[in-house]
C-alpha cells in the first residue's frame, strides 16, 4: 500500500483500525495536525479528522473496539475518534489536563473504559470514560453531520503519576500496571494505585526497571508484543534491547545490532508472537528483525 497526502505532510505515527464490518483502515497523524484514515483495500482517503490545533505525537486504536481510535497531540489535548462515522466523541484536556505536550496514549487490554496518557508536563495520567460512554455508544448511531454531535471534555483524569522527573514520551499498559519511559536510560514498570475517596490523588509503586544504554534522548518510542510477553525499544546508536516482561528481575532477551544500524531508533513495532521486530531510524531507514528458531 502506498499513500501521498496532498499536503505537505510528516507522519509521526500510524495504527490500523477497521469499520463495523470489519474493513481494514490505516490511520495517520503527524504535523499537520490532521488525522488520515485510509481505506487499505483501495489506497484511498476515507476521512480526515481536523480538530487538533497542533501536530499529533501519537494515534492507537481500541482493541476491543477497533473502530474506536484516540490520538496525543502537541496541543495539550488526548481525543477519542470514530473511524466509522467520523466523529470526535471526548476531548481529554481543561482543568487537570496536560500542562504540554501529549507525547503518548494507550487504551487499558480489558478495561475498555481507561486510557493512559504522558506527554512534557512530566506526568502520566489515567483517564476513566465511564460517564460518558453513553456518548461513545451514540457515536456509532449519529446520522447527522460529525460535526454537530455534542463533543464531551473530560476535564478531570482519574489518576496523575509524577514518577518521571523529565518529559515522558512513551507510555503503555501491562495489565493493571504500566511501561512508562523519559530520558533517563530505562522503563519503568509501576503500579497505580488509585484513592477512591480522591479521584487524581493516589501513589505510584515502582515494580521493575529495565536498563537502555544510550537512550537518553525524547521520542523514543517502545513496542510490546500482543500477549506483552516482550518490550523493544531502540536508542540512539541504532541499537535494540529486547526485555522480558513477565519475569522478575528482568531478564535481556537480545541486544540487537548492526554494523549500518547508527542513526537513532525513533519506533519499533513487534509482531503479534514477537517474532519480528520493525525499527524505524532517524535516517529514514526501516530496519526488519527475525527471531531465528533454534
Not at 495489565?175 to 479521584?199: A, H, R
Amino acid at each position: 500500500m502506498c499513500y501521498v497526502d496532498q499536503k505537505e505532510e510528516s507522519f509521526y505515527t500510524v495504527s490500523w483500525a477497521c469499520n463495523v464490518d470489519g474493513i481494514p483502515f490505516s490511520v495517520a497523524g503527524g504535523i499537520n495536525g490532521i488525522i488520515r484514515v485510509i481505506d487499505v483495500s483501495n489506497e484511498k482517503l476515507h476521512k480526515s479528522f481536523v480538530g487538533h490545533g497542533d501536530s499529533i505525537n501519537e494515534i492507537r486504536t481500541q482493541p476491543l473496539k477497533p473502530s474506536l481510535v484516540v490520538s496525543a497531540s502537541k496541543d495539550e489535548s488526548v481525543r477519542l475518534w470514530n473511524v466509522q462515522t467520523g466523529i470526535c466523541i471526548l476531548i481529554f484536556a481543561g482543568a487537570g489536563g496536560h500542562r504540554n505536550e501529549v507525547l503518548s496514549v494507550d487504551f487499558h487490554p480489558s478495561d475498555i473504559y481507561r486510557i493512559a496518557s504522558c506527554g512534557m508536563d512530566n506526568t502520566v495520567k489515567i483517564w476513566s470514560m465511564k460517564e460518558f460512554w453513553t456518548y461513545v455508544e451514540k457515536s456509532f448511531t449519529w446520522t447527522d453531520l460529525p460535526s454537530k454531535f455534542p463533543t464531551k471534555y473530560v476535564q478531570f483524569p482519574v489518576f496523575i503519576a509524577s514518577v518521571h522527573s523529565n518529559y515522558v514520551d512513551c507510555n503503555r499498559w501491562l495489565g493493571d500496571f504500566i511501561l512508562s519511559k523519559s530520558v533517563d536510560n530505562e522503563i519503568v514498570l509501576w503500579e497505580p494505585k488509585m484513592k477512591e475517596q480522591s479521584p487524581g490523588e493516589g501513589t505510584a509503586d515502582i515494580l521493575q526497571k529495565y536498563p537502555v544504554p544510550e537512550c537518553d534522548i525524547w521520542f523514543i518510542k517502545f513496542s510490546c508484543d500482543f500477549h506483552y510477553n516482550a518490550a523493544a525499544i531502540g536508542n540512539r546508536e541504532g541499537k535494540i534491547f529486547v526485555w522480558e516482561l513477565q519475569s522478575s528481575p528482568p531478564v535481556l532477551i537480545a541486544r540487537l545490532s548492526h554494523a549500518q544500524s547508527k542513526s537513532p531508533i525513533r519506533q519499533t513495532a513487534m509482531s503479534y508472537d514477537g517474532s519480528t521486530i520493525l525499527s524505524c531510524c532517524e535516517d529514514g531507514a526501516i530496519w526488519r528483525w527475525d527471531a531465528i528458531p533454534t
